[in-house]
C-alpha cells in the first residue's frame, strides 16, 4: 500500500541589477546588487498567481479532508526574507497551513546555496543553522528530514546531514544511481548508518509538473481521476512526488486547470483504499529496502541530474571558486551586512543564469534569466564579486588601522 | 539570377550570398545563369555560367558620390540589356524562374518576368533606409518599393528586414520569407589555431567606413575601453567615404596611436584578422544581417552585436548591446579582454553554432521559396 508524499519547493530568487564599472558604485551594496524593483515585481506576481490561491485551496483541501491529507514543504530563506520584506500575507498563509498538523517542513540551506560543494563545511552547517531557527521561529517545527538545494546530493553530503542529526534526506530517483530498482521505496546510503533517503518519482512528478498542459503528450488532458488511477496502480511504499511549488498558477497558469486538477486530486486519490497521504517525517520510520551510492553530484536539474546546471562550464566553475575563495576574508571581516550579502550571492540560481548548454534545458534557463546570454550574466557576476572583495578589503584595511 | 557582385569583385556581403549561394546550388545540381555587369577581366569557365552584360562604372557601395545621375542612368541601361538577354537566351535555356539580388537589378527582373512569364524571386539585402545616413534616394526607394509588390516571393536575411518591408514599403507578410545567410566553417582558422606575434590585444571593426556601420561608436567605446586597460589595439577594417574623418577623429579622441585603419581588406587576409583579433564588434546603427559576425563566429573571436543587426536574432553565443550605448559595448570589450574563461567558452560554443549556419542550409531554403512556385 504505497502512501503518497506531496513535497513543494518554495524558492524565488534575488536577481542581480546590472552593475557597470563605469559608473559610481559607492553606497549601500544590497541596494547596489541586487534589483529591488523587479524581485519585488515578480514576488508579487507570483504570489497574486501561485502562492496565495494555492495556499488557499491547500488549506481548504486540508480541512475538508479532516487530516487525511498531508503536504510537506520547503521554504528557502531567501523566500522567508522576501516574504517579509515584500508581502507578508504570503508568510501568513503557510503559518495558517503550518497550524493545522498536516503540513510537515523540511530543512535546507538558507540561502539555496551551494556551499555543501565548498571544501569547508563550516559555512554548510552555518546556513542549514540559519534555517532551522527560521522554521522554528515561523512555523514551531523541528524537521527531522532535510532537503539539499535543488536536492542536490552526494554520499559525502549524505554523511555530513546525517551527523547534523537529519533522520532522512530527499534526493531524485534517477536511473544513474537506481539501476532496475524502484523510486518508491526508502534506501540506505553508502557510508551512512541510519540516514535514509526519499527518491524522487520523477515521472509521476514531471506529468504534473512539466506535462500537465503539455498537447504533444499522449495523455493530455491529465485529470484527476486518471491520475489517481495511475498511483492506485503503481508498487512500493510511497511514491515521492516532488516538486516546484510554482508549478501551480505560475509554470502552469491558471487557465490550464491546474487548479482545479488540484481540488480534484484528494478526493480521486482517497477513493482508492490502497492509496493515503503522508509526510517525511512519519514516513521516514519506514524500514529501507537497500542502498543507493552516490559518489558524484546527484541533483533533481536538467537532463543530467548533476551540478553541470550551476558548474558545467568553466565561467560558472571560475565563479564559484571566487565565492568560496572569498569565506576566509568574510570571516575576518566578520561584519553582519558583508556576510548577508555574501551569501545572497552564493543562491544558486546567480549561476544557473550562465549556463551555456544548448539543447531543451538551455530554454529552461534562458526562461528564467534576467539577462540576454549567459555571457552578459558573467560579466555582471564578476563585476559583482570583484566589487564585493573591494569591500572586503577595504573593511579589512579598516580593522588593522584601528 | 540577376545580380551585382561576384567574387573576386565584390565589395560587401551582397557578392558573398550569391557566390555561396550559386556554388551551394550547383552542388545540389540546379543551372544557374548568372547576370552581372561586366568588369575589367572576362571570367569563364565558372560555376555558375557568369554572364557578363555590359560594364557599369562606379562602385556603388565604395562611396556615396557614386549615386550620381550618371550612375542612376547606367543602371538603368544595364537592367534593360539585362532583361533583353535574358529573353534572348530563355529561348534556348528555358528559365524556370528569376531571382534577383536587391535595387540595383530589380528593373530587370520585372522587365524579363514580362517578357519570359516566369515567377520572380526577389532578395532584399538591404534597402535604402539602412544604407543611407543622411536621407534616402528617393528613386532608389521607387524602385524598391516596386520590386517588393511585383515579385511572386520576396527573401529577407533577417526578421527584423521582414518587419521593415512591411512597415516602410507595406509588403504583403505571407509573401515574404527569411532565409538567413550563411558561412562555411571550415574555410575559417580557428582563433586558437593560430600563432599572435604581439601580446597586444586586438579588437577588431571589420565593415565599411559609413555611418550606418557605426565606426563611430566604435572610437567612442574604444576611448572608454582605453581609460581601463591599455595595452589593446583598435583595429579598423574597411574602405568608404567616412574614413578621412574617423582618423581625424580618432586624433581628437587621443587614442590615434591605439587605432590601426587598415582600410579595404582583401579576402586573402580576412581569416588572419579574425583570428588574430581577440573581441570582434558590430556596432552597426542599421544591419539587416551582418555576415562577417558569422565569420568571426567560424573563427572562434567572441562578438559583441547590436541589437539592430539581423544577426543577432540567430545566436545567444554573443553579447549584445544597443548601438548608442559605447559604455556598455567598452565593458563588454573589457570583459571580453580581461576573462580569458569567458572568451574562450564563448568562442567555443560560437565555432559550434555557426556550423548551424552552413550555405547548403540557405541553399535549400531558397529552393523550398522556389518550390512554392514552380
Given at each position: 500500500?504505497?502512501?503518497?508524499?506531496?513535497?513543494?519547493?518554495?524558492?524565488?530568487?534575488?536577481?542581480?541589477?546590472?552593475?557597470?564599472?563605469?559608473?559610481?558604485?559607492?553606497?549601500?551594496?544590497?541596494?547596489?546588487?541586487?534589483?529591488?524593483?523587479?524581485?519585488?515585481?515578480?514576488?508579487?506576481?507570483?504570489?497574486?498567481?501561485?502562492?496565495?490561491?494555492?495556499?488557499?485551496?491547500?488549506?481548504?483541501?486540508?480541512?475538508?479532508?479532516?487530516?487525511?491529507?498531508?503536504?510537506?514543504?520547503?521554504?528557502?530563506?531567501?523566500?522567508?526574507?522576501?516574504?517579509?520584506?515584500?508581502?507578508?500575507?504570503?508568510?501568513?498563509?503557510?503559518?495558517?497551513?503550518?497550524?493545522?498538523?498536516?503540513?510537515?517542513?523540511?530543512?535546507?540551506?538558507?540561502?539555496?546555496?551551494l556551499?555543501?560543494?565548498?571544501?569547508?563545511?563550516?559555512?554548510?552547517?552555518?546556513?542549514?543553522?540559519?534555517?532551522?531557527?527560521?522554521?522554528?521561529?515561523?512555523?514551531?517545527?523541528?524537521?527531522?528530514?532535510?532537503?539539499?538545494?535543488?536536492?542536490?546530493?552526494?554520499?559525502?553530503?549524505?554523511?555530513?546531514?546525517?551527523?547534523?542529526?537529519?533522520?532522512?534526506?530527499?534526493?531524485?530517483?534517477?536511473?544513474?544511481?537506481?539501476g532496475?530498482?524502484?523510486p518508491?521505496?526508502?534506501?540506505?546510503?553508502?557510508?551512512?548508518?541510519?540516514?535514509?533517503?526519499?527518491?524522487?518519482?520523477?515521472?509521476?512528478?514531471?506529468?504534473?509538473?512539466?506535462?500537465?498542459?503539455?498537447?504533444?503528450?499522449?495523455?493530455?488532458?491529465?485529470?484527476?481521476?486518471?491520475?489517481?488511477?495511475?498511483?492506485?496502480?503503481?508498487?512500493?511504499?510511497?511514491?515521492?512526488?516532488?516538486?516546484?511549488?510554482?508549478?501551480?498558477?505560475?509554470?502552469?497558469?491558471?487557465?490550464?486547470?491546474?487548479?482545479?486538477?488540484?481540488?480534484?486530486?484528494?478526493?480521486?486519490?482517497?477513493?482508492?483504499n490502497?492509496?493515503?497521504?503522508?509526510?517525511p517525517?512519519?514516513?521516514?520510520?519506514?524500514?529501507?529496502?537497500?542502498?543507493?551510492?552516490?559518489?558524484?553530484?546527484?541533483?533533481?536539474?536538467?537532463?543530467?541530474?548533476?551540478?553541470?546546471?550551476?558548474?558545467?562550464?568553466?565561467?560558472?566553475?571560475?565563479?564559484?571558486?571566487?565565492?568560496?575563495?572569498?569565506?576566509?576574508?568574510?570571516?575576518?571581516?566578520?561584519d553582519?551586512?558583508?556576510?548577508?550579502?555574501?551569501?545572497?550571492?552564493?543562491?544558486?540560481?546567480?549561476?544557473?543564469?550562465?549556463?551555456?548548454?544548448?539543447?531543451?534545458?538551455?530554454?529552461?534557463?534562458?526562461?528564467?534569466?534576467?539577462?540576454?546570454?549567459?555571457?552578459?550574466?558573467?560579466?555582471?557576476?564578476?563585476?559583482?564579486?570583484?566589487?564585493?572583495?573591494?569591500?572586503?578589503?577595504?573593511?579589512?584595511?579598516?580593522?588593522?588601522?584601528? | 539570377?540577376?545580380?551585382?557582385?561576384?567574387?573576386?569583385?565584390?565589395?560587401?556581403?551582397?557578392?558573398?550570398h550569391?557566390?555561396?549561394?550559386?556554388?551551394?546550388?550547383?552542388?545540389?545540381?540546379?543551372?544557374v545563369?548568372?547576370?552581372?555587369?561586366?568588369?575589367?577581366?572576362?571570367?569563364?569557365?565558372?560555376?555558375?555560367?557568369?554572364?557578363?552584360?555590359?560594364?557599369?562604372h562606379?562602385?556603388?557601395?565604395?562611396?556615396?558620390?557614386?549615386?550620381?545621375s550618371?550612375?542612376?542612368?547606367?543602371?538603368?541601361?544595364?537592367?534593360?540589356?539585362?532583361?533583353?538577354?535574358?529573353?534572348?537566351?530563355?529561348?534556348?535555356?528555358?528559365?524556370?524562374?528569376?531571382?534577383?539580388?536587391?535595387?540595383?537589378?530589380?528593373?530587370?527582373?520585372?522587365?524579363?518576368?514580362?517578357?519570359?512569364?516566369?515567377?520572380?524571386?526577389?532578395?532584399?539585402?538591404?534597402?535604402?533606409?539602412?544604407?543611407?545616413?543622411?536621407?534616402?534616394?528617393?528613386?532608389?526607394?521607387?524602385i524598391?518599393?516596386?520590386?517588393?509588390?511585383?515579385?511572386?516571393?520576396?527573401?529577407?536575411?533577417?526578421?527584423?528586414?521582414?518587419?521593415?518591408?512591411?512597415?516602410?514599403?507595406?509588403?504583403?507578410?505571407?509573401?515574404?520569407?527569411?532565409?538567413?545567410?550563411?558561412?562555411?566553417?571550415?574555410?575559417?582558422?580557428?582563433?586558437?589555431?593560430?600563432?599572435?606575434?604581439?601580446?597586444?590585444?586586438?579588437?577588431?571593426?571589420?565593415?565599411?567606413?559609413?555611418?550606418?556601420?557605426?565606426?563611430?561608436?566604435?572610437?567612442?567605446?574604444?576611448?572608454?575601453?582605453?581609460?581601463?586597460?591599455?595595452?589593446?589595439?583598435?583595429?579598423?577594417?574597411?574602405?568608404?567615404?567616412?574614413?578621412?574623418?574617423?582618423?581625424?577623429?580618432?586624433?581628437?579622441?587621443?587614442?590615434?596611436?591605439?587605432?590601426?585603419?587598415?582600410?579595404?581588406?582583401?579576402?586573402?587576409?580576412?581569416?588572419?584578422?579574425?583570428?588574430?583579433?581577440?573581441?570582434?564588434?558590430?556596432?552597426?546603427?542599421?544591419?539587416?544581417f551582418?555576415?562577417?559576425?558569422?565569420?568571426?563566429?567560424?573563427s572562434?573571436?567572441?562578438?559583441?552585436?547590436?541589437?539592430?543587426?539581423?544577426?543577432?536574432?540567430?545566436?545567444?553565443?554573443?553579447?549584445?548591446?544597443?548601438?548608442?550605448?559605447?559604455?556598455?559595448?567598452?565593458?563588454?570589450i573589457?570583459?571580453?579582454?580581461?576573462y580569458?574563461?569567458?572568451?574562450?567558452?564563448?568562442?567555443?560554443?560560437?565555432?559550434?553554432?555557426?556550423?548551424k549556419?552552413?550555405?547548403?542550409?540557405?541553399?535549400?531554403?531558397?529552393?523550398?521559396?522556389?518550390?512554392?512556385?514552380?
Open positions: 500500500m504505497p502512501s503518497i508524499c506531496f513535497y513543494f519547493q518554495v524558492h524565488q530568487p534575488l536577481r542581480m541589477r546590472r552593475l557597470s564599472i563605469f559608473e559610481d558604485n559607492n553606497g549601500d551594496a544590497y541596494k547596489l546588487y541586487f534589483n529591488e524593483k523587479l524581485n519585488r515585481e515578480v514576488f508579487e506576481k507570483v504570489a497574486r498567481k501561485c502562492y496565495l490561491p494555492t495556499n488557499s485551496i491547500m488549506l481548504d483541501l486540508i480541512n475538508r479532508f479532516d487530516g487525511k491529507f498531508k503536504i510537506s514543504y520547503s521554504l528557502t530563506g531567501v523566500f522567508l526574507d522576501q516574504c517579509n520584506e515584500f508581502n507578508p500575507k504570503v508568510l501568513e498563509s503557510f503559518e495558517e497551513l503550518a497550524k493545522t498538523g498536516c503540513v510537515d517542513f523540511l530543512d535546507e540551506t538558507y540561502d539555496h546555496s556551499c555543501s560543494l565548498f571544501q569547508d563545511k563550516t559555512e554548510f552547517k552555518e546556513q542549514v543553522a540559519l534555517h532551522t531557527k527560521a522554521l522554528k521561529k515561523y512555523f514551531k517545527c523541528k524537521p527531522v528530514v532535510f532537503r539539499n538545494t535543488e536536492a542536490l546530493f552526494t554520499n559525502e553530503i549524505a554523511k555530513l546531514v546525517e551527523e547534523m542529526g537529519y533522520k532522512g534526506m530527499v534526493t531524485e530517483g534517477f536511473e544513474r544511481i537506481l532496475w530498482r524502484s518508491n521505496y526508502l534506501y540506505r546510503v553508502k557510508g551512512c548508518s541510519t540516514l535514509k533517503a526519499f527518491l524522487r518519482n520523477y515521472r509521476l512528478s514531471d506529468d504534473v509538473a512539466y506535462r500537465f498542459s503539455a498537447r504533444w503528450w499522449s495523455e493530455y488532458p491529465l485529470t484527476a481521476d486518471k491520475y489517481a488511477a495511475w498511483l492506485s496502480r503503481s508498487e512500493g511504499q510511497l511514491l515521492n512526488i516532488f516538486m516546484d511549488y510554482e508549478t501551480f498558477g505560475e509554470h502552469q497558469w491558471e487557465d490550464t486547470g491546474i487548479f482545479e486538477f488540484l481540488k480534484r486530486m484528494p478526493e480521486e486519490i482517497l477513493k482508492y490502497n492509496l493515503n497521504f503522508k509526510t517525517s512519519e514516513l521516514v520510520a519506514l524500514e529501507p529496502v537497500g542502498e543507493i551510492d552516490v559518489p558524484t553530484p546527484l541533483s533533481w536539474a536538467d537532463m543530467e541530474r548533476d551540478a553541470s546546471a550551476w558548474l558545467g562550464n568553466e565561467m560558472q566553475r571560475v565563479c564559484f571558486r571566487m565565492l568560496g575563495g572569498l569565506e576566509p576574508m568574510v570571516r575576518e571581516a566578520d553582519e551586512q558583508l556576510t548577508r550579502i555574501w551569501r545572497m550571492l552564493q543562491n544558486s540560481d546567480q549561476l544557473y543564469y550562465l549556463c551555456t548548454k544548448s539543447w531543451a534545458d538551455g530554454d529552461v534557463h534562458k526562461y528564467f534569466s534576467p539577462f540576454d546570454t549567459p555571457y552578459d550574466g558573467f560579466i555582471n557576476f564578476m563585476n559583482v564579486l570583484q566589487d564585493f572583495r573591494h569591500r572586503l578589503k577595504q573593511k579589512l584595511k579598516i580593522e588593522e588601522r584601528r | 539570377m540577376l545580380g551585382w557582385e561576384f567574387p573576386p569583385f565584390k565589395s560587401g556581403g551582397l557578392g558573398v550569391c557566390y555561396e549561394l550559386t556554388s551551394a546550388f550547383a552542388r545540389k545540381g540546379i543551372e545563369d548568372f547576370y552581372m555587369p561586366r568588369t575589367e577581366f572576362e571570367m569563364k569557365g565558372t560555376t555558375p555560367r557568369l554572364i557578363q552584360v555590359m560594364p557599369v562606379f562602385g556603388p557601395y565604395t562611396a556615396r558620390e557614386a549615386y550620381g550618371d550612375f542612376m542612368s547606367h543602371v538603368l541601361q544595364y537592367n534593360i540589356k539585362c532583361a533583353e538577354e535574358v529573353e534572348k537566351n530563355n529561348r534556348e535555356k528555358r528559365y524556370d524562374l528569376i531571382h534577383n539580388h536587391d535595387w540595383l537589378t530589380v528593373r530587370a527582373a520585372v522587365l524579363a518576368k514580362q517578357k519570359i512569364k516566369r515567377p520572380h524571386v526577389f532578395t532584399v539585402h538591404s534597402t535604402e533606409y539602412d544604407r543611407s545616413g543622411m536621407g534616402p534616394n528617393q528613386q532608389i526607394l521607387d524598391e518599393r516596386i520590386g517588393v509588390h511585383s515579385a511572386d516571393r520576396v527573401i529577407t536575411v533577417s526578421h527584423m528586414m521582414k518587419k521593415q518591408l512591411t512597415d516602410k514599403f507595406g509588403a504583403d507578410c505571407n509573401r515574404i520569407r527569411v532565409v538567413y545567410n550563411g558561412v562555411d566553417p571550415d574555410k575559417f582558422k580557428k582563433k586558437w589555431e593560430v600563432r599572435k606575434y604581439s601580446k597586444e590585444k586586438v579588437v577588431l571593426f571589420l565593415g565599411r567606413m559609413a555611418e550606418q556601420k557605426g565606426p563611430v561608436q566604435f572610437l567612442q567605446a574604444a576611448q572608454k575601453v582605453l581609460s581601463v586597460v591599455k595595452n589593446v589595439r583598435f583595429v579598423m577594417a574597411g574602405g568608404g567615404d567616412m574614413l578621412p574623418y574617423l582618423i581625424n577623429y580618432s586624433i581628437q579622441l587621443g587614442i590615434s596611436d591605439r587605432v590601426t585603419f587598415l582600410g579595404y581588406l582583401p579576402e586573402s587576409q580576412l581569416q588572419e584578422a579574425y583570428a588574430k583579433s581577440d573581441v570582434y564588434v558590430l556596432p552597426s546603427v542599421s544591419e539587416p551582418g555576415i562577417t559576425a558569422l565569420e568571426a563566429m567560424a572562434g573571436t567572441p562578438i559583441i552585436l547590436s541589437k539592430t543587426s539581423g544577426v543577432s536574432e540567430i545566436t545567444p553565443h554573443c553579447l549584445k548591446v544597443d548601438f548608442w550605448d559605447v559604455n556598455k559595448m567598452a565593458e563588454y573589457i570583459a571580453l579582454l580581461k580569458r574563461v569567458l572568451n574562450h567558452t564563448m568562442g567555443m560554443n560560437e565555432v559550434e553554432d555557426a556550423r549556419f552552413s550555405w547548403d542550409r540557405a541553399a535549400d531554403e531558397t529552393l523550398s521559396v522556389y518550390r512554392e512556385l514552380v
